[in-house]
């Protein structure tokens, strides 16, 4: 690695050559304000209070937007730059409502976090606010452009990191708004309700759809039943809320969090994960063993990605895996085996699922199969956030909980329903189950590593007894066309598919990095989830969807065999095109 | 929806003029101009057939439409009149220009009267200082215009 030698501070250091300034600062512990800088993105230089000083020359740079050089010598911080700093943060201020006490960034608002750190107590330049309705026309986010302060991390990440363009600068100068194109609402344009824009502003100016307050008022019904079900990217990343480590294994916390907000049974989505293995993997082996259905067989369990396929890809549906996603498939069980089983009436149960995910909200009632036990198969979706604000305010100390368990029959899971919730892990799940079908030998070691990684694309295959199955996964919505793209092209030149399978996942990281997870998520702490999720992997007794018995035990007293009659009715869905725009 | 469509039919030449822009940078810009000169402004219906034909995103196409003061998404009246804001005009009075228009015509700046026939706008500098304050009406430049000219103007386009 070619490295530079330079100062910061009058400190020598020696960096990689791709640094920028503002990486180089941090080598030597020194933060560099920022505002409009992600790491998850190209730096763009919008909001300027990053400005260092470079030695011998009068010229202040930009320090998310500039490369080391070999003998550059930079100031991060005197009287001055802090005068230039503070001077930004208030002219900002001055476009900004102070509504913060009555804000959902209130205590997390990065703007907030900067006029504090200034020691911002005057508001010197003429207030000059724009008023807006808010578009709470998607079922997941809401944008309150009053509350925008352009720093364009939400275009940013629409265009750039999911492909989608949704979102873009529309105006110029101080009359900008970031805005879909044509003055639609945000859920008449390409919007997949991934909420990476929601997880990456860093005010209050889109926000995911608050339901918590439905949630307490159905704990307070006596007539309800609350059947709570928990992701599988929630158990690693719900602690940093409460000043944990990424990565902490919180599931038995989190059961009883729910517990004593007035849930009345807890089930893990894990479970039906195993689920989706068994159905997703037995209908794979059908493709594969009959000739009979689309190859590659195409995930469908994120609902982003779903969406950003019915629109932008619809000759791929009948590549689509016809399994429901986890919850969908929890929430229908929740309502008929789960009702049967306790002799409740599934009118009386309220089914809530607690997802990493913004999108989540949208599936619910994406169309009429989200009914399939004759009610709402899931009333209600609270993402991780949401979660956390409501054991905030009912005064859980989240972090000294005692673990609980998992109600039965349909809460237990194996390592392969956990890893659901990180790139890689619905694919190495559906390996180890998919090999058991075809070659009905147990995966000597279920340890698929050939899918795992953070790569935008990944490609393997595995050797089933002699028949190597072609696998690709692919993370963060832009990368997935390539792959697209190649199954397009065999297609359309009449050749045999590239691949057996592939797993797309519309987040970065996968679930563990969902549009409604915890703030402040960058690579280093999807790394540190992805190990929290491979650990409980490990721990596990069990690891693989097949052996859960309270899967095989599900099957023989309800829904008989895998893809059958009762399956179809209650488990699977299918997809239909959707136009970009809507008319 | 279809009579819509209808209306916003590419002429040949211009979808020749876009397949022939297709391959290079920069086209967008260029094509936009181009179904402007065609529609006189660029409307939702042509912006989507042209994301459609560069294979760019809508959004972006709006992201340069709104960008830039000279493309109109929505349409101008029969007659737009560009009152020059260029600094002599404006020292000369176009602010002058732009109330009057306003009491003559009843409507603001970007509007269209009610039987579409009129709209106005300020722009920056025309490029004939000598004759400011200026009005520009189609291919017609009025110079040295004072408020009390201008319903005779408007007159000529009744």
């Keep these: ?405 998992a109600d039965s029959p349909i809460g237990a899971y194996s390592g392969a329903g956990t890893i659901f919730g990180n790139t890689g892990g619905v694919m190495e799940a559906a390996v180890r189950t998919a090999y058991k079908l075809v070659t009905d030998e147990e995966l000597g070691d279920v340890n698929v590593t050939a899918v795992r990684g953070m790569d935008g694309v990944r490609k393997g295959s595995v050797d089933f007894k002699g028949t190597e199955i072609k696998v690709a996964v692919a993370h963060g919505m832009a990368n997935v066309s390539t792959l697209l793209e190649e199954i397009r092209e065999a297609r359309n030149n009449k050749q045999e598919p590239p691949y057996h399978f592939i797993e797309v996942m519309a987040c970065r990281g996968g679930c563990i990095a969902g549009g409604g997870q915890p703030y402040a998520t960058t690579d280093e702490v999807r790394n540190k989830r992805i190990a929290g999720i491979y650990k409980d992997d490990e721990q596990s007794d069990i690891r693989c969807s097949h052996q859960n018995p309270d899967i095989q035990k599900l099957y023989d007293d309800f829904l008989g065999k895998p893809l059958g009659k009762k399956s179809h009715d209650l488990l699977h869905t299918g997809y239909h095109e959707r136009p970009l725009y809507k008319k | 929806m279809a009579e819509q469509k209808e209306k916003f039919t590419f002429s040949d030449e211009l979808v020749s003029y876009i397949k022939e822009w297709k391959q290079k940078r920069g086209n967008l810009i260029m094509v936009l101009h181009r179904v402007q000169q065609e529609f006189r402004y660029v409307p939702k219906e042509a912006a989507e057939r042209v994301a459609e034909m560069l294979d760019v995103p809508l959004a972006k196409i709006y992201g340069v439409l709104t960008f830039y003061h000279y493309f109109k998404i929505k349409e101008p009246g029969e007659y737009n009149i560009q009152v020059c804001m260029g600094t002599a005009c404006y020292l000369k009075g176009g602010d002058g220009l732009v109330e009057e228009l306003e009491n003559v015509l009843g409507v603001s700046e970007q509007e269209v009267t009610e039987d579409g026939r009129f709209s106005f706008e300020s722009v920056r500098c025309v490029g004939c200082c000598g004759l400011a304050p200026v009005l520009v009406v189609g291919e017609e430049v009025y110079g040295k215009v004072t408020k009390d000219q201008i319903p005779g103007i408007i007159a000529k386009y009744q």
């Design chain 1, 1 to 405: 690695m070619k490295t530079v030698k330079m100062k910061v501070n009058g400190k020598s250091i020696q960096v990689p050559a791709s640094y920028s300034v503002l990486q180089a600062a941090k080598e030597v512990n020194i933060n560099i304000p920022t505002l409009c800088y992600h790491p998850d993105l190209p730096a763009w230089a919008a909001c300027g209070i990053c400005v260092v000083k470079l030695e011998n020359s009068p010229k202040m740079v930009r320090a998310c937007a500039t490369p080391v050089a070999a003998g550059m010598s930079i100031i991060t911080h005197d009287a001055e730059l802090h005068q230039i700093r503070k001077t930004v943060i208030e002219l900002i201020l001055s476009t900004h409502p102070s509504s913060c006490l009555t804000c959902g960034r209130n205590g997390s608002c990065e703007l907030q976090n900067l006029a504090a750190n200034f020691g911002v107590r005057e508001q010197p330049y003429e207030i000059r606010l724009r008023d807006f309705e808010p578009d709470t026309s998607t079922t997941s986010i809401v944008m309150n452009r009053e509350k925008c302060i352009s720093c364009g991390r939400c275009a940013m990440v629409c265009q750039s990191l999911q492909g989608v363009w949704a979102l873009e600068f529309v105006g110029r100068g101080e009359h900008t708004v970031i805005a879909p194109a044509g003055e639609v609402p945000l859920n008449d344009s390409p919007c997949i309700k991934c909420g990476q824009c929601s997880a990456h502003c860093p005010v209050g100016a889109i926000f995911e759809k608050d339901e918590t307050r439905e949630f307490m008022e159905a704990t307070r019904d006596k007539d309800k039943h609350v059947v709570v079900q928990i992701a599988p990217a929630v158990r690693v990343a719900i602690g940093e809320a409460f000043d944990m480590e990424p990565g902490t294994i919180s599931t038995g916390r989190t059961y009883a969090a729910l517990r004593a907000l007035g849930a009345d049974t807890v089930f893990d989505t894990n479970f039906s994960a195993d689920l989706t293995i068994i159905e997703e993997g037995s209908e794979l082996v059908h493709r594969i063993t009959t000739g009979k259905g689309e190859l590659p067989q195409i995930t469908s369990c994120c609902p982003a990605w779903t969406d950003y396929m019915e629109k932008y890809y619809p000759d791929m549906i009948p590549n689509f895996s016809t399994a429901k996603s986890p919850m969908m498939m929890q929430g229908a069980l929740t309502k008929t085996y789960y009702a049967q089983n306790v002799g409740v009436d599934p009118k009386n149960i309220y089914s809530v699922a607690i997802m990493p995910c913004t999108a989540k909200k949208f599936e619910k009632e994406r169309d009429e199969n989200m009914y399939a036990s004759g009610y709402a198969d899931v009333d209600l979706v609270l993402t991780t956030r949401e979660l956390t604000r409501l054991i905030r305010s009912a005064g859980i100390d989240f972090v000294n909980l005692g673990e609980e368990e």
